[in-house]
């Protein structure tokens, strides 16, 4: 894991670092990938007026400062790191209090000064803020993790600005910054998520409904699928590697039908020239984007389990959007979030309608 000194030193020899602004656009930018634990394109939205400048892009790590033409716009730097102490680790919501601290002290030792607090991303993922502030400088570097990578972003003001102290509104443009950072697993195309799901159905986890954008997070979930010659060279002793899943073969068998057991629990089945895979009566599934979608007034949701206890419905029952907004909001079982929710979208990308079935698994 990087320090803040470390971070802090690199902003500074950049302050006097000249670059080609790129053309301002809404559309996300790749700035590089990963592929320690799991491989990962990393695309992020950009503040008005800022750029990306990558310093450092390998398998274990990228590194990016992000600058404004304003030159009295405050600097931010990012890096995306594997730590094989969180290999097993998805977020930073799953440390205990005792590993927290941990972490807390790495940035003391650092700067004894630091000022530590906690926040969230927009979908809830929690932000280790450590700030230091004084009269004549601020800086805040943020921490997180995703599935063992270290997120590090640091704020800091320009070494052209009359102000060296940071706001609140700055701080939020940086939380707004990790909110927006994806992670898509590699081999998805990235350039258009819209043209990826138009005039299409897919199963998508629906979560952290914002009222006053009258929004919800889609995971848009996909089949992650083996070609035959990948397949057709698996043996025992090998590690089947499915997208982000990974696993030793240790029983190998495959039946009249073509299908291949693998280790009581697996199954590999061909379907058009390609191995889709299934674990425990249920395809293998992974998010291949994850956006923020408006809930149109005319959607419709059709509902195949009784919200009361779970169990699946002889009759679907069919609701309004607010009715939908309601459910969504009330929380509880059974969840939107249990790949067991079809979505389908329009040309645009537009939800048209929610359907959830009753899975053994929700």
């Known amino acids: 894991m990087k320090k803040i000194a470390a971070f802090i030193l690199s902003l500074v020899m950049l302050f006097s670092v000249s ?25 992020c939205g950009l503040p ?12 274990e790590q990228v590194t990016a400062v992000i600058r404004s033409e304003d030159p009295n716009a405050p600097v931010m730097q990012l890096s995306v790191a594997y730590d094989e102490k969180y290999y097993d680790v998805d977020r930073l919501n799953d440390l205990s209090q005792e590993e927290l601290a941990q972490l807390e002290e790495t940035y003391i ?17 929690l932000l280790l803020i450590a700030r230091h502030e004084t009269e004549e400088m601020d800086y805040i570097a943020f ?18 600005a009359e102000d060296k102290n940071l706001t609140e ?12 950072l994806d992670f898509i697993p590699a081999g998805v195309p990235v350039s258009d998520p819209v043209e990826q799901i138009a005039d299409r159905k897919y199963i998508t986890n629906l979560t952290d409904y914002n009222p006053q954008t009258n929004t919800v997070k889609a995971e848009i979930m996909h089949t992650v699928t083996l ?5 057709d060279a698996l043996k025992p002793g090998d590690i089947l590697k499915v997208g982000q899943f990974s696993e030793k073969i240790d029983k190998l068998e ?7 057991l693998i280790n009581d629990y697996i199954c590999l089945e061909n379907y058009g020239g390609e191995y889709h895979v299934s674990m ?10 994850t956006l923020e979608l408006e809930i149109p007034e005319d959607v419709t949701f059709e509902d195949n389990i009784d919200p009361e206890t779970g169990d699946p419905l002889e009759t679907p029952t069919r609701h309004t959007a607010q009715e939908f907004i309601d459910m969504l909001t009330a929380g509880g079982y059974p969840d939107f979030a249990s790949d067991n929710v079809y979505v389908s979208y329009d040309e645009t990308g537009e939800i048209i309608s929610i359907e959830r079935v009753y899975t053994p698994w929700q």
């Open 227 to 231: 070609d035959p010659e990948t397949v």
């Open 143 to 160: 921490f997180s993790i995703y599935k063992g990578y270290c997120v590090e972003f640091v704020l800091a003001p320009s070494e052209q």
């Open 19 to 43: 670059s080609v602004l790129a053309e301002e656009t809404a559309e996300k930018v790749n700035i590089g990938t990963v592929s320690i634990n799991g491989a990962f394109t990393l695309q």
């Open 254 to 260: 495959k039946d009249e039908d073509g299908a291949i």
């Open 169 to 180: 509104e700055q701080q939020k443009t940086s939380i707004d910054f990790l909110t927006d």
């Open 280 to 289: 425990f009566e249920g395809s293998y599934l992974e998010p291949f984007v």
């Open 109 to 125: 030792e650092d700067d004894p000064e630091v000022e530590i607090t906690y926040g969230e991303t927009g979908y809830g993922t």
């Open 48 to 59: 008005e007026g800022y750029t990306p400048i990558p310093l450092s892009v390998t398998p």
